[in-house]
Nanobody, 129 residues
Framework: QVQLVESGGGLVQPGGSLRLSCAVS????????IGWFRQAPGKEREGVSY????????MYTDSVRGRFTVSRDKAKNTVYLQMNNLKPEDTAVYYC??????????????????????WGQGTQVTVSL
């Protein structure tokens, strides 16, 4: 059974940093790419970042590129999202997701939520004074 558990969310001031974790069980990161998404109140779920099953390919949406970094620890089967210089508009529930689809297939549609089959429960990130 595939399970993803996010953690690390919280309240932070603008300009601050947080590191989100996505602990994966039931599959190994060598076989499955991981996407990070976020959803703010009243808005659609948005693809934030992606790391391929090899770990060699990473993708970011334009609004976070240069501020967020996705990485992984194979030994812990965990993916991280380091978020720096946070802005109020980053406030959202953050989710990680995965799919057995190949990297070739996922790469062209990594930011589409429908590309993923398994989701975590989400962790709240609030950026405010």
């Amino acid at each position: 059974q595939v399970q993803l558990v996010e953690s690390g969310g919280g309240l932070v001031q603008p300009g601050g940093s947080l590191r989100l974790s996505c602990a994966v069980s039931g599959v190994t990161l060598d076989s499955y790419g991981i996407g990070w998404f976020r959803q703010a109140p009243g808005k659609e779920r948005e693809g934030v970042s992606y790391i391929s099953s090899s770990g060699g390919i990473t993708m970011y949406t334009d609004s976070v590129r240069g501020r967020f970094t996705v990485s992984r620890d194979k030994a812990k089967n965990t993916v991280y999202l380091q978020m720096n210089n946070l802005k109020p508009e980053d406030t959202a529930v953050y989710y990680c997701a995965t799919s057995p689809k190949s990297t070739l297939l996922l790469l062209s549609r990594w930011a589409a939520s429908r590309s993923y089959d398994y989701w975590g429960q989400g962790t709240q990130v609030t950026v405010s004074l």
